[in-house]
């Protein structure tokens, strides 16, 4: 049977008893569960700065074999290279993380809209093989605190070989006719889906959702006040976290991932008016631009092939061409499932990756003309480290890998450190936002990343070309759900939602 979590501010979402009210966070905890309690942040900011005066101290007992292997490693013309190469990556990358965290402590949301301020807004879930959960997805968006007359919903079935429409229909029948329901009679894509959407639109503002994911009920109303307070925005980004955190180990350290990516990352590209990429699960347009290039949007290839992956880091590229500001609005929130698995994290990663590549070249082709009013210094310096990240992220590795093999006793504890303050940032962020001791999941992953997701980079770069969704491919269509004379009871759908596709810079 297929799980479904509502973090705890969209429960609010869903009348007591109702059948779609999530009993998630309110069920018993476990290790590093999520509690609302300053004491928590606390706690967890004071193990943070212990563990960063462990690494300092373990640094001075070692410092002489640790001088010793310096001496060693430049020894040879290589050796120099890649001594002073790795002092360079590292001094940039510390005045990079300067800057971003004094745009981070400046950065603020637009406060929300009154009613009649509020534009036309229009809605479009894309959905492939997502079962009940797009039932959920649509419900959580009519509950929005949005006026009704303004709040346009579109959800459209790509093609899907499960009872996704089935499911569709069922929200619509429940919404009375509120929703517009698009069938394609093949799955063409998500890029596709969408187009079929946004030709069917009618709002000023075209907001998009993934099918596996849901909000709070003030979320678009934040999401598109953007819009009012500046002319200049074309696009903004929601705030992504994850609706199925309860569901093992991996969603919950994404979790403190998505939240760094957000919170630290986006907030700080918003206040250069460049956020790279407005996310899947959760992003607001103005029409006017996407009627300009919607057509070259869907039409996009890469080397030849037609780009079934990156739609929403595309259409970002797009409308930053056009000349206009991309902005994150922290406070609009969307939660969105994200896999329980390490080989469907693999495919996710790997497809963000590659469309990270493709796109990072796009953007590479206007950043460095003048495609807007106003300073791109911003732009380019985010840019810049994109490429440095993408380029020579991998070649360090490598390289730190090699001596691992070399000098395991040795390199495996500078190793170990350097992951302890490369993760001490996230960690700190995510307790204190939070106040909640889940911020430790931070560490476990940057452990889980060094061992099993750090070659997803530099695969990624050897294989761009694939356009392979990877993920929500069904060998045959599952049982119909069965339908009750009552109305008010919907019996699971089959599990179908193990099938994931979500949307933290990185892409993440």
Not at 347 to 354: P, Q
Not at 413 to 419: E, H, K, M, S, V
Not at 454 to 470: C, D, E, H, R, V
């Amino acid at each position: 049977m297929a799980k479904r979590f509502l973090p705890h501010s969209a429960l609010t979402a869903y009348s007591e008893g109702s059948k779609f009210q999530s009993s998630g966070l309110l069920q018993g905890g476990r290790l590093f569960e999520r509690t609302i309690h300053p004491l928590a942040a606390y706690l967890g900011l004071l193990l943070i700065l212990s563990s960063i005066a462990a690494v300092v101290a373990a640094g001075l007992h070692y410092a002489e074999e640790i001088d010793l292997a310096r001496d060693k490693l430049r020894q040879n013309l290589w050796g120099e290279v890649c001594f002073f190469s790795g002092l360079f990556f590292v001094l940039i990358n510390g005045s990079i993380l300067v800057w971003r965290i004094v745009l981070f402590r400046r950065y603020r949301p637009v406060e929300a809209c009154a009613d009649e301020l509020l534009p036309h807004c229009t809605v479009i879930v894309p959905a492939y093989n997502e079962g009940r959960q797009v039932m959920g997805t649509l419900l959580s968006l009519a509950r929005s605190d949005y006026p009704r007359e303004k709040l346009q919903l579109i959800a459209v079935d790509d093609g899907s070989v499960d009872d996704t429409w089935t499911w569709i229909m069922r929200a619509k029948r429940e919404l009375k006719g509120r929703v517009l329901s698009i069938r394609l009679p093949k799955n063409q894509g998500k890029r596709h889906a969408l187009h079929a959407g946004f030709k069917r639109s009618e709002g000023d503002v075209l907001v998009t959702v993934d099918s596996d994911s849901e909000v709070d009920r003030d979320t678009l109303r934040k999401l598109v006040s953007p819009f009012v307070a500046n002319e200049q925005v074309g696009a903004v980004a929601g705030n992504v976290r994850v609706l199925n955190r309860r569901e093992g180990l991996l969603p919950r350290m994404l979790d403190v991932t998505f939240l760094y990516s957000f919170d630290f990352i986006r907030a700080g590209q918003s206040m250069v008016n460049t956020v790279m990429c407005t996310p899947g699960a959760l992003s607001a347009y103005r029409r006017h631009i996407v009627d300009g290039i919607m057509d070259e949007w869907a039409a996009q290839t890469f080397m030849g092939r037609p780009a079934n992956i990156g739609e929403d880091r595309a259409m970002t590229n797009l409308i930053l061409k056009a000349g206009y500001h991309v902005h994150f609005q922290q406070d609009a929130y969307v939660y969105t499932q994200v896999p329980v698995r390490y080989k469907n994290l693999c495919k996710m990663f790997l497809r963000w990756a590659r469309s990270n590549i493709r796109e990072t070249l796009v953007m590479s082709r206007f950043a460095f003309r003048r495609f807007r009013k106003g300073s791109m210094l911003g732009a380019r310096i985010n840019l810049l480290a994109g490429w440095m990240g993408m380029c020579l992220g991998p070649v360090f590795w490598a390289v730190t890998f090699a001596h691992l093999i070399t000098l395991p006793s040795l390199y495996g504890l500078q190793i170990l450190c350097g992951i302890v303050v490369g993760t001490s940032l996230p960690a700190g962020l995510y307790c204190w936002r939070q106040r909640s001791m889940d911020g430790l999941w931070g560490y476990v992953y940057g452990v889980f990343w060094f061992v099993a997701l750090s070659w997803i980079t530099p695969y990624a770069l050897l294989t761009p070309q694939k356009s392979g969704w990877l993920t929500r491919q069904l060998k045959q269509a599952p049982a119909r759900p069965p339908v009750t004379a009552n109305r008010g009871v919907i019996r699971p759908a089959c599990a179908t939602t193990g099938h994931f596709s979500p949307q933290a810079e990185p892409r993440l």
